[in-house]
């Protein structure tokens, strides 16, 4: 969470601390995918230009354009997923 999303969407960093993205900010009909998307991404299947609402704190949604890359050590494993959202 930075400074961008926290002006396009309303929630500050400490508003989203311990929260589920997943959960609390996508929409319901695009929880199922937006998951799925990260669980790839942990498996080392990255996706690119994916769009889904991403709710904002006046309960409106902003359009965002995501890619979820693989992060890896020097070793080559998964140690996590890079999310990058850009608003549309």
């Not at 080392?44 to 949604?61: C, K, M, Q, R, Y």
Request: charged share 20%; proline share 1%.
């Amino acid at each position: 969470w930075n400074q961008c999303v926290s002006s396009l969407t309303g929630f500050s960093t400490l508003d989203v601390y311990g929260r589920k993205l997943v959960d609390e900010f996508v929409s319901i009909d695009f929880k199922d995918s937006v998951s799925e998307i990260l669980k790839n991404a942990l498996m080392g299947i990255e996706t690119a230009n994916f769009e889904f609402p991403l709710l904002t704190s006046g309960d409106h949604v902003v359009e965002v354009l995501l890619n979820a890359t693989t992060r890896r050590d020097a070793q080559d494993n998964v140690i996590g997923v890079v999310g990058i959202g850009q608003d549309i």
